[in-house]
């Protein structure tokens, strides 16, 4: 039974029992008081009757006493009256009782022997009759007869039955009243609060909390000391979850991030939303080749690290559709699924005309903003036309991904470095809602340098519509408040690293960009590494013992003459290794249409050229240089069975030919030299760091490389692998999730 129906039983038993009580005490009071009226009026009658029959009866005149019986017993409630001789014999009776003489005998016996009056309640013709009886008595005190008066008393009866009825109406009516207050009073005392308390720690049981229920705000001095310990307890509880929470990303951050915790964890995070990235190039490129239309994954680290995520988190990727084979492949949105062999997000191709191309891409981005932002020595091109198409292709790319997010609520998108420096700006303008990042691929310099750019308060505006903007390492996050200080008006927290502009808050952050951990796992070698080198260097009909590998574009930021030089000088400076080492240069031509880098690619091969030519001999040469847009697949045996790898930037956001290196490497028995001007050399700091303007200490690396007591090579790759392990492209990709959905 419910404690409130029990209450309530309770209540009305107790009430019921005390009306009861206090209605058989009434009706016992008003009874009395009832009969001892009728007792008072009868003997009034009596008395006054008295006066009459008396005379009579002492002369015997009992005609006249029949007769005034008659006539005086039937008044009011009198109904009927008897005389009685002293001896108890009937002398009259009134006819209505007659029958009934007999039962009042003792009665009237008893009064007569005692000398005092009598009465009593009978019942006769079903009616309750009071009997009242008195003697009577001559002068000389002796007793002469009995005078009894016959009362109708139910009246008494109907009296008290009617207390009864009202009484218990009473009852019902209280009863009523009690068990409503009662139960009103029990719920906003009792069972109201009790719910509410009930509530407040089950939703802290199913971790549904809100924050503002985590005191309980009862105003009930009943429970008060109840509220105060669920609250305390709450308060512990709270605690209790949020340590294991923090237990649980700890342990989770400690787990591997891979493609399945990402996609757990963006299915969380985003529900069904699908994530937009937009870059300048292009994921898979669309190529013919003899008659037949080829696949390939262009060069360079922003499609290395941001395919994988893709491909966990679906979505589209916008990008302009560089290839010649671009058009044939995709649907008439310009559309098409990738990756071919295992279709798993989409690629929206957008196409530039050739005065598009050369003015953004050739022109402002990389010969314009690409030496401004690397300090290479390279002096930039800023020209008023190139500005004008870049300004104009950041709005055509703006376009497109309006259009492709018009009925999505909050969209997710991040554009991809220095060629959408305008975007984050033209999307928020028209899309306040949309959650925009823009992750700057490439160094940010000293506000000294950008400031050459005529147009750096427009770029700068331009950025600043993200709400968050990431670069590989903090350095950059410095440089780039730093150039937001000395150019724009403009609120910087240098705690939070935060921008504020006309309202609008931008996040700076560093989030180092990295690769899958599954990278090396792709390419399946079971071959030994001596076994692999040796079968690698046979296809070049070249003999060696040692080998070092290099891949890039060809681009004068990755300091490709510079390592050439470094290798000359390690023959130079150590002869002993001729004939031994020998050093594969992957080089993959790029932005060609640039003279700079035409001049940059003939100059790599000529350089190239003369160390060869200084020290080949009829089998060996010290520089294999492999020009062409290579496969990681092909490009894999070798970083697996090369001794070190060099990579040596002037200057490098990140460098992920550093990071793919270390995961691939077999047998942790490589060294890889490291240029101290990447941003990889931030993470990887058990490299061999190098200056990579300074040939000598260079050329003494790669000696020092080569030599390495084996012991040290694998701690150090052993470290520089579990760092890539950890802090892979699946947690960069989180990091930057978690950030832009936490505004
Ligand atoms: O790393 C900087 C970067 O611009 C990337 O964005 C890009 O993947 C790479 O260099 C290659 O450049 P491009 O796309 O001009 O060939």
């Not at 530039?352 to 401004?372: I, R």
């Not at 000529?606 to 697949?633: R, V």
């Not at 101290?676 to 040939?695: H, M």
């Amino acid at each position: 039974m419910k404690i409130t129906l029990r209450l309530v039983v309770s209540l009305i038993i107790v009430v019921a029992m005390i009306a009861i009580g206090f209605s058989l005490y009434q009706v016992k009071i008003e009874r009395e008081r009832l009969v001892r009226e009728l007792e008072r009026r009868t003997a009034l009658l009596s008395e006054s009757l008295e006066e009459s029959v008396i005379p009579l009866v002492q002369s015997k005149s009992f005609v006249k006493i029949k007769r005034f019986v008659e006539r005086f017993g039937n008044r009011e409630r009198l109904i009927g009256i008897i005389v009685n001789d002293f001896q108890g014999e009937t002398i009259a009776s009134t006819k209505a009782i007659s029958g009934y003489a007999h039962i009042i005998l003792p009665q009237v016996l008893n009064s007569i022997s005692e000398k005092k009056t009598i009465h009593s309640f009978k019942k006769i013709d079903h009616k309750e009759v009071f009997i009242f009886t008195k003697f009577f008595e001559d002068e000389e005190g002796n007793v002469t007869g009995a005078l009894s008066l016959f009362q109708d008393s139910s009246f008494i009866d109907i009296r008290l039955r009617e207390i009864w009825k009202y009484n218990f109406l009473r009852l019902v009516i209280l009863s009523i009243v009690i068990v409503g207050i009662t139960l009103l009073v029990v719920k906003w005392s009792i069972t109201g609060p009790i719910a509410q308390i009930a509530e407040w720690v089950r939703d802290m049981r199913l971790g549904n909390e809100k924050e503002k229920k985590k005191t309980m705000a009862l105003n009930n001095d009943v429970f008060a000391p109840l509220v105060k310990e669920v609250t305390q307890l709450a308060k512990t509880l709270s605690k209790v979850k949020k340590s294991m929470e923090e237990e649980k990303i700890r342990l989770d951050t400690e787990s591997l991030w891979n493609a399945e915790k990402l996609k757990a964890y963006t299915s969380d995070k985003l529900g069904d939303k699908k994530l937009f990235v937009i870059s300048n190039r292009e994921p898979y490129q669309h190529l013919k080749e003899e008659g037949k239309i080829k696949c390939v994954v262009p060069p360079g680290g922003l499609v290395t690290a941001l395919d994988p995520v893709m491909r966990v988190c679906d979505g589209v990727w916008i990008a302009h559709g560089s290839g010649d084979a671009d058009r044939l492949v995709v649907d008439e949105k310009n559309k098409i699924r990738v990756p071919p062999d295992n279709p798993s997000y989409t690629l929206k191709r957008i196409w530039l005309t050739k005065e598009e191309e050369d003015g953004y891409y050739y022109g402002f981005a990389n010969e314009g903003m690409w030496p401004l932002c690397h300090i290479t020595h390279e002096r930039p091109i800023f020209r008023l036309n190139d500005w004008i198409y870049y300004q104009k292709v950041n709005e055509k790319f703006g376009l497109a991904i309006l259009e492709e997010i018009e009925d999505i609520e909050s969209p997710l998108i991040l554009v991809q470095d220095y060629h959408f420096a305008l975007l984050p700006y033209l999307i928020k303008e028209k899309r306040p809602d949309a959650k925009v990042a823009i992750f700057w691929h490439i160094p940010w310099p000293n506000p000294e340098t950008y400031g050459i750019c005529p147009w750096v308060r427009e770029l700068l505006i331009g950025m600043l519509g993200a709400d968050l903007i990431g670069f590989h390492i903090q350095l950059y996050c410095n440089n780039f408040l730093d150039t937001v200080d000395r150019f724009l008006e403009s609120k910087i927290d240098w705690e939070q690293f935060t921008i504020s502009k006309k309202g609008h808050i931008s996040f700076v952050k560093p989030f180092p960009i990295s690769i899958s951990p599954a990278f090396s796992t792709n390419n399946i070698n079971t071959q030994r590494k001596d076994a692999l080198k040796e079968s690698l260097l046979k296809e070049f009909d070249i003999n060696g013992i040692y080998m070092g590998v290099g891949v890039d574009r060809i681009d004068y930021t990755k300091g490709i003459l510079e390592r050439f030089r470094a290798i000359e000088r390690f023959f130079e400076k150590y002869p002993q290794f001729i004939e031994k080492f020998i050093f594969v240069e992957f080089g993959a031509p790029s932005r060609t249409h640039i003279k700079r880098y035409r001049e940059l690619l003939a100059q790599t091969e000529e350089t190239a050229d003369n160390i060869n030519w200084k020290f080949q001999t009829k089998n060996w040469k010290p520089i294999i240089f492999l020009k062409g847009n290579h496969s990681h697949e092909k490009i894999m045996p070798f970083y697996m069975a090369a001794d070190m790898c060099m990579v040596t930037s002037l200057h490098d956001g990140m460098n992920l030919v550093a990071k793919e290196y270390v995961a691939s490497c077999l047998e942790d028995s490589d060294v890889l030299i490291l240029s101290q001007f990447t941003g990889a050399s931030r993470e990887l700091k058990d490299a061999l760091i190098v200056n990579p303007y300074d040939i000598e200490s260079m050329a003494d690396a790669i000696y020092f490389a080569l030599t390495m007591d084996e012991e040290e090579k694998k701690i150090r790759m052993k470290k520089m692998k579990e760092n890539i392990m950890d802090n892979n492209i699946y947690k960069w990709a989180a990091n930057l999730i978690t950030e832009l959905t936490r505004f």
